[in-house]
């Protein structure tokens, strides 16, 4: 079985540009999640979706940050417009359960440099 | 307000000796439930193991033990024998079964085998 994909998987842009990253969850999961990663501040979950609907966005950084799950099978993170500090691995992940009470299952994940 | 402490930021064994990674947890739920993933080089996490707070047992899964300790809030994971294909950053992660759910991630333990 496919895992979670995402795309692209490096992504390098300028400062103020749009970027959006895409995921595609394991079939049949019920929840998706949001994460980016950086030396600094670690693992950070960024939005939680069960059933398509977003359930926890408070780890959004700001409203330059949106995020979109139109149905089961996939989902965009969108930066508009980036900033260099937005650099860094954005992960999507998967659970077959609507909680985080679960095993999550992660994507390859998107490197993500703004310059 | 939930934490998860793994205090060891970095650590190098020589091939084939055991080594423990360290996971304090802090919580005030009597619900809830313990992850470990690994992140190899390659950059994706990797579900270990997941353990709910009613159940102490140990866990063994070939050369990875898990030693679940309530009365220490800590939940270590044990390498035996280790191999260079275990090198990678570990994760210990803690999650609340209640209405304000979330996942928190801990720092992680880069861990080296060395040959």
């Known amino acids: 079985d496919a895992g979670v994909i995402q795309s692209p998987r490096h992504e390098v842009t300028e400062m103020g540009q749009e970027v959006t990253l895409r995921c595609k969850p394991i079939?049949?999961?019920?929840?998706l999640f949001w994460y980016r990663q950086t030396m600094m501040r670690g693992l950070e979950l960024l939005i939680y979706f069960n059933n398509n609907v977003p359930i926890d966005d408070s780890g959004m950084p700001e409203d330059r940050f949106s995020a979109k799950m139109p149905n089961a099978s996939f989902s965009t993170l969108k930066i508009q417009p980036s900033e260099p500090r937005d650099s860094a691995v954005y992960f999507c992940?998967?659970?077959?359960?609507?909680?985080?009470?679960?095993?999550?299952?992660f994507g390859p994940g998107t490197r993500l440099t703004v310059t | 307000a939930q934490k998860v402490t793994q205090a060891q930021t970095e650590i190098s064994v020589v091939e084939k000796e055991d080594v423990t990674l360290d996971c304090v947890y802090e919580t005030r739920d009597t619900t809830y439930y313990l992850f470990w993933y690994k992140q190899p080089p390659s950059g994706e996490l990797v579900f270990l193991i997941r353990?709910?707070?009613?159940?102490?047992q140990n866990e063994i899964s070939g050369r990875y033990s898990w030693n679940f300790q309530k009365s220490t809030s800590s939940f270590n994971f044990t390498i035996t024998a280790s191999q260079v294909v275990d090198s990678a950053v570990y994760f210990c992660?803690?999650?609340?079964?209640?209405?304000?759910?979330?996942?928190?991630f801990g720092k992680g333990t880069r861990l080296h085998i060395l040959p």
């Open positions: 353990r709910n707070s009613f159940d102490e």
């Open positions: 992940a998967s659970s077959p359960k609507t909680s985080y009470t679960y095993e999550q299952y």
């Open positions: 079939s049949g999961h019920n929840s």
């Open positions: 992660a803690l999650s609340v079964g209640n209405r304000d759910d979330k996942i928190i």
